[in-house]
């Protein structure tokens, strides 16, 4: 089982432009989730999508669009990144949207917005 | 709504001295607890969790964690350290229905 996938590993944007960042993962979890982390910031909810065919705000979402594709992918878009989404982008799953479950996650994508 | 404090930023340690790593947490209800260690350059991965029961849980590469109710902590312990637990550890909250609160991490350096 390869667990969580994303891609790309890394990505360097100039300021207005677009991208679609993809996860996904091969263990049956109902649920997914897109962090992003900024240093001494720890891990900040961007999206999450509770079950295949929902999805709902986290703490950070403006500035970003999510698709859940399947129930194996979830993916984030930057409609018109900006330098302040420079960041570590987290992908995680879990086995359901019920506490107690761990979240496995992905390697992470670095984006560097200029 | 819960919110998560790892009390130090940075722990410096040397290899073979045992280490504490503070987590405190905030909640009008019943929480689940987690430890996830982030190695450089990798995703988070599970050391262990609390879900109910007893309040010492054993994870994986030695790591220990006791939650205390009454305090309102997680703190994480190990006994003897290695150059190889040089990392930044998360300490986590979920609710029994919702989303995780993961606090600002903890870089543990390990010196030889």
């Known amino acids: 089982n390869a667990g969580v996938t994303q891609t790309p590993k890394f990505q360097v944007l100039k300021t207005g432009q677009s991208m679609t960042l993809q996860c996904a993962q091969d263990m049956n979890h109902n649920s997914m989730y897109w962090y992003r982390q900024d240093p001494g910031m720890g891990l900040r909810l961007i999206y999450y999508s509770a079950s295949e065919g929902t999805t709902d705000k986290g703490e950070v979402p403006n500035g970003y669009n999510v698709s859940r594709l399947n129930k194996r992918e979830f993916s984030l878009r930057l409609e018109s990144a900006a330098p302040s989404q420079t960041s570590v982008y987290f992908c995680a799953s879990s086995e359901t949207w019920q506490g107690g479950y761990e979240q496995y996650f992905g390697p992470g994508t670095r984006l560097t917005v200029t | 709504a819960q919110s998560v404090t790892q009390l130090d930023s940075q722990v410096p340690v040397f290899e073979e001295a045992p280490v504490e790593l503070r987590c405190n947490y905030s909640?009008?209800?019943?929480?689940?607890l987690f430890w996830y260690v982030q190695y450089p350059n990798q995703g988070l991965q599970l050391l262990l969790k609390?879900?109910?029961?007893?309040?010492l849980v054993k994870g994986i590469n030695g790591f220990e964690a006791e939650f205390n109710k009454s305090q309102t902590s997680f703190h994480l312990r190990k006994p003897s350290v290695h150059i190889s637990d040089t990392a930044e550890y998360f300490c986590?909250?979920?609710?029994?229905?919702?989303?995780?609160?993961f606090g600002d991490g903890t870089t543990l350096t390990v010196k030889p």
């Open positions: 909640s009008s209800v019943s929480v689940y």
């Open positions: 986590a909250v979920t609710l029994n229905a919702g989303k995780s609160t």
């Open positions: 609390y879900l109910s029961g007893s309040t």
